[in-house]
């Protein structure tokens, strides 16, 4: 397996905040798909190196969503923000021709970006995404917000460095299902300085939690759903319900969200876990190629 192309780190300001993003082989836009791959809660751009080491060269971006990696900004609660934010990054960046990749939280802000601007994506593929079944919504809302805080903020914040990160967490859940090199590339990229010599968290447990807390406040995705006119690929592993829903491994996506997309194609992966890119990043980057119509 080929190392991937060097990843070039830049920022744009997208109204009150500056995201970051890693892109690839900048040589190669305009000449065929570029891929945009956006990642779930708590993680960054460079969780992607295992799938996109398996690609073709191929242009490439990478974001650090608001709050996450590089990027500025703060806790925030409603996802509304992020699909915003990041149709805004496409048009900042002029993109066109777009396969949009989004895992977790990232699928249901792509698909709203994608809404926003479809004539910047050419194809969709949503990694089991957060957008649950419509019934959910408004039970799920009041079931968190009974629950008080959530307990990511409590998580450790502070390392010593991504070799005490990695030890920490592969024997854990939901680590323990990655590959090494997932696990690597998630420890490797996840910290930064804390200001006072130490190292900590670069998605502060503060950011996590109030994200996880913020799940069910946009019920108004369905309405992106329905305009998007795109192929979308839906894969997802098997679903959790509301008794299940803090169990990270199960699937939030809706069964039926596939279907209610006017081109849609449902992927179901019972085998892995919502955290697949991690767990087999060599399915994700065969549905990539796919999707993208890249040469194998």
Request: charged share 20%; aromatic share 8%; glycine share 8%.
């Amino acid at each position: 397996m080929d190392a991937p192309a060097r990843p070039d780190r830049k920022s744009r300001p997208i109204g009150d905040i500056t995201l970051s993003y890693v892109e690839r082989h900048p040589e190669l836009r305009g000449r065929g798909k570029t891929l945009f791959l956006s990642h779930a809660t708590g993680f960054h751009a460079r969780v992607w190196d295992p799938v996109i080491a398996r690609l073709p060269p191929v242009h490439s971006i990478c974001v650090d969503l608001r709050g996450h990696g590089h990027s500025s900004g703060g806790p925030f609660d409603h996802w509304q923000i992020i699909g915003q934010d990041l149709a805004a990054l496409f048009d900042t960046l002029d993109l066109r021709n777009l396969v949009a990749i989004g895992h977790s939280i990232s699928g249901h802000a792509l698909t709203q970006a994608t809404s926003l601007s479809p004539d910047r994506v050419a194809a969709l593929m949503l990694i089991d995404p957060v957008i649950m079944d419509p019934a959910f919504y408004e039970v799920g809302a009041r079931i968190m917000l009974a629950a008080g805080p959530h307990p990511a903020a409590q998580r450790k914040r502070a390392f010593t460095g991504p070799a005490e990160m990695f030890a920490r967490f592969r024997d854990r859940s939901p680590y323990a299902l990655f590959t090494p090199e997932a696990l690597h590339a998630y420890c490797d990229h996840a910290l930064r300085p804390d200001g006072k010599g130490g190292l900590t968290l670069a998605c502060a447990p503060e950011t996590e939690a109030a994200t996880y807390a913020a799940a069910f406040s946009n019920p108004g995705i369905f309405d992106h759903v329905t305009r998007v006119a795109c192929p979308v690929r839906v894969l997802r592993s098997d679903p959790f319900d509301l008794k299940t829903m803090h169990d990270f491994t199960r699937s939030p996506t809706w069964p039926g969200l596939a279907a209610a997309f006017a081109h849609g194609t449902d992927i179901h992966r019972p085998d892995l876990t919502h955290f697949m890119p991690m767990q087999d990043p060599d399915f994700v980057a065969a549905e990539i190629a796919r999707a993208a119509g890249l040469a194998a």
